[in-house]
């Protein structure tokens, strides 16, 4: 065989390895499972995805046009919003009454619009840099989540400030905990933060390669370690659900209870964010491999 086919064959494996789960997974990859607009053919760098309550699915990528994205849940395009708003788009996550909340990296800025697109609040003062005693500003705001009664709390820590905010339903600052460090509290890079059932906040502390777990006074209850460089952190009922876009660029699921593996399927593209929906259906936003990729539940 010539050096070309063997090239060609490589090529091949890998572009397969890319966009198929590991071999023995429980799921398998939904090929173009949504319908761009006219003008879009493909995805931009993704870096946030999740699920309304509806059952809409919201992708932020770095398209200038149309970086918010909204779907139904059988992949029809709906609408787009956000042309020009933002530096470097980043996460993205919904609340419970179906409000879309997206960060702004670059311009250190947290952006909360209805379901539709109509902006309702932003917290942060475009293109200034806070400190980590801030009250209304950050320095590179990664993550957010929204708790069950509509407390806010943001992972503030991929630039200069390193730690998680707290703030009121209304936007009012409450508190905030962390600081620069390795010991239990303290962050290198909090970059992704997602909450249970029973209020217990997940932070994917990226460069201390650890999960912390809080409650939501910012007391310390335990932290993981298993899960190589945590870039997004997801809580889907009983399982975790974590993607290392670093080292192994790979997807865990874990028990919620004790941390346990229960599935690694790797082949991911420095995977960002990841969520589930209703059915079962993993997203997971790449950013270099500029995708949203589903993983279905084989049957």
């Given at each position: 065989m010539t050096n070309r086919g063997i090239f060609l064959i490589t090529a091949l494996q890998l572009v397969v390895a890319a966009r198929a789960p590991?071999?023995?997974?429980?799921y398998q990859v939904a090929e173009h499972?949504?319908?761009?607009?006219?003008?879009?053919?493909?995805w931009s760098a993704a870096t946030g995805v999740d699920i309304g309550p509806e059952g809409n699915i919201y992708v932020f990528h770095r398209n200038e046009e149309m970086p918010i994205m909204a779907f139904d849940r059988n992949g029809k395009f709906l609408r787009a919003w956000g042309k020009g708003m933002f530096k470097t788009t980043h996460f993205l996550r919904t609340d419970r009454e179906g409000n879309v909340?997206?960060?702004?990296?670059?311009?250190?800025?947290v952006f909360k619009f209805s379901a539709e697109g109509k902006l309702l609040m932003t917290l942060g003062k475009k293109g200034v840099i806070g400190t980590n005693e801030s009250e209304d500003a950050f320095f590179g705001v990664a993550d957010l989540v929204i708790a069950q009664n509509g407390d806010l709390f943001i992972?503030?820590?991929?630039?200069?400030?390193?730690r998680i905010v707290k703030y009121s339903k209304?936007?009012?600052?409450?508190?905030w905990w962390g600081g620069r460090g390795p010991q239990p509290g303290h962050f290198n890079e909090p970059h992704s933060i997602a909450i249970d059932a029973a209020g217990l906040l997940y932070v994917g502390d990226r460069g201390n390669k650890r999960i912390q777990i809080?409650?939501?006074s910012g007391k310390f209850i335990r932290e993981w370690t298993q899960f190589g460089t945590p870039w997004g952190v997801f809580v889907k009922g009983d399982r975790l659900y974590v993607v290392d876009g670093t080292e192994a660029n790979c997807l865990y699921i874990a028990?919620?209870?004790d941390g346990a593996i229960l599935e690694k399927m790797e082949g991911l593209n420095n995977a960002?964010?990841?969520?589930?929906d209703a059915q079962g259906a993993i997203y997971i936003g790449e950013v270099n491999g500029a995708n949203v990729k589903k993983l279905v539940p084989k049957r």
């Amino acid at each position: 065989m010539t050096n070309r086919g063997i090239f060609l064959i490589t090529a091949l494996q890998l572009v397969v390895a890319a966009r198929a789960p590991a071999a023995g997974s429980n799921y398998q990859v939904a090929e173009h499972w949504a319908q761009f607009p006219a003008g879009v053919t493909a995805w931009s760098a993704a870096t946030g995805v999740d699920i309304g309550p509806e059952g809409n699915i919201y992708v932020f990528h770095r398209n200038e046009e149309m970086p918010i994205m909204a779907f139904d849940r059988n992949g029809k395009f709906l609408r787009a919003w956000g042309k020009g708003m933002f530096k470097t788009t980043h996460f993205l996550r919904t609340d419970r009454e179906g409000n879309v909340w997206v960060t702004d990296r670059g311009d250190h800025q947290v952006f909360k619009f209805s379901a539709e697109g109509k902006l309702l609040m932003t917290l942060g003062k475009k293109g200034v840099i806070g400190t980590n005693e801030s009250e209304d500003a950050f320095f590179g705001v990664a993550d957010l989540v929204i708790a069950q009664n509509g407390d806010l709390f943001i992972a503030d820590g991929e630039a200069g400030n390193q730690r998680i905010v707290k703030y009121s339903k209304d936007g009012r600052f409450v508190m905030w905990w962390g600081g620069r460090g390795p010991q239990p509290g303290h962050f290198n890079e909090p970059h992704s933060i997602a909450i249970d059932a029973a209020g217990l906040l997940y932070v994917g502390d990226r460069g201390n390669k650890r999960i912390q777990i809080f409650d939501q006074s910012g007391k310390f209850i335990r932290e993981w370690t298993q899960f190589g460089t945590p870039w997004g952190v997801f809580v889907k009922g009983d399982r975790l659900y974590v993607v290392d876009g670093t080292e192994a660029n790979c997807l865990y699921i874990a028990s919620l209870k004790d941390g346990a593996i229960l599935e690694k399927m790797e082949g991911l593209n420095n995977a960002t964010a990841v969520t589930v929906d209703a059915q079962g259906a993993i997203y997971i936003g790449e950013v270099n491999g500029a995708n949203v990729k589903k993983l279905v539940p084989k049957r």
